[in-house]
């Protein structure tokens, strides 16, 4: 008879932790919610956006907004200004004229990362050109 009750206890016990786990869960899974929502309005993007810049960032493990200090170069991006600039820093990094692989390394995933955010930014730019062509031909 003691174990019976010592299980209904337990089964008790485990019903209160699940239920509290599940609303803790489901409280992260809203502020997450919220807090992507304030970053994207505090941005301008999109919550779309928002998702591609950190897949971007998880991804190349680097954010843009670091890799536009290493760079030292301002939005709106231009390619010629990033790839000067990454051709010098390469360059006076390099190991035999005193520099460090590990900056080295951070000026080339920089320059990976902004890339990547070029690439992105036309893109979005030739669908948009497609999608003004369609509508104008309606």
Known sequence: ???????????AAGEAVTKALTRAVRDEIRQTQQAAARHAAA?????????ENANANAKLGI??????????????LNREDVEKHYEHLFAINDKAKGGTFYLQSKVYRAKERIDEELSRLEQKSEENKEQQKENSKE
Request: hydrophobic share 35%; no cysteine.
């Open 43 to 51: 941005t301008g993007q999109s919550p779309s956006e928002t998702k």
């Open 1 to 11: 008879m003691p174990w019976r009750t010592a299980l209904k206890v337990a089964l």
């Open 63 to 76: 954010s843009l907004e670091e890799s536009l200090q290493i760079l030292n170069v301002k939005t709106p």
